[in-house]
């Protein structure tokens, strides 16, 4: 069963267009993120909540937008997509501040 | 400055020896520290944590931590072909903050 999911695993589009990713948390985590690993494979963090507020924004263009239902999930919504948002995207859970698991990451192909 | 540093790899070990790696972080309100393995084209996956000075053992792995030195390391011991992979090193203060990652190959 997994624990942290993200859909889809792969996502190939154009400039311009406008493309969402789904996580869910099956572990009872509080806590929820989104990070960016880039072609250097660098991890770097984009947003974080806790309990559907959200806690962390680092410098991210406005065109990604989180968004979290209940704390079971958090979607990120990017608009008018750029040739450097080309990267895997990993979602991760925890309790408070305890550590993280990751979900199987969405690759995102820009062309 | 980087907020987490490795030393840069890649790191190659033969079966069985003793794999070093090393982090460093500028940040001292860091409270808690890991390690991540990430093979690649997956996800990364936790090995170990530590929040204490000292020595942490799991099984073939041991975190050591000193806090005064801002100096976070991982061994592995009797090295595996399976071992191979990136390894990540991360601080945590209000945020988990990542360092580039070290590769390692282990050589049978």
């Known amino acids: 069963d997994t624990a942290v999911s993200q859909t889809p695993k792969y996502l190939v589009t154009q400039m311009g267009n406008d493309k969402s990713i789904k996580c869910e948390q099956n572990l009872g985590h509080d806590t929820m993120y989104w990070y960016k690993q880039d072609s250097k494979k660098f991890l770097k963090i984009m947003f974080s909540y806790n309990n559907k507020e959200l806690i962390i924004n680092e410098t991210v263009p406005n065109r990604f937008s989180p968004k979290s239902p209940d704390k079971a999930h958090l979607n990120l919504h990017i608009n008018s997509l750029e040739l450097g948002d080309s990267a895997v995207y990993f979602c991760?859970?925890?309790?408070?501040?305890?550590?993280?698991?990751f979900g199987p990451g969405t690759r995102l192909t820009v062309t | 400055q980087k907020e987490v540093e490795q030393n840069s790899g890649p790191l190659s070990v033969p079966e069985g020896a003793i794999a070093s790696l090393n982090c460093t972080y500028s940040d001292r309100g860091s409270q808690s520290f890991f390690w991540y393995r990430q093979y690649s084209g997956k996800s990364p996956e936790l090995i170990m944590f530590?929040?204490?000075?000292g020595d942490k053992e799991d099984g073939r792995f041991t975190a050591q931590l000193n806090k005064a030195s801002q100096y976070v390391s991982l061994l592995i011991r009797d090295s595996q072909p399976s071992d191979s992979a990136t390894y990540l090193c991360?601080?945590?203060?209000?945020?988990?903050?990542f360092g580039a990652g070290t590769t390692v190959t282990v050589r049978a």
């Open positions: 991760a859970s925890s309790q408070a501040k305890q550590e993280q698991y």
């Open positions: 991360a601080a945590a203060d209000y945020k988990l903050s």
């Open positions: 530590i929040y204490s000075n």
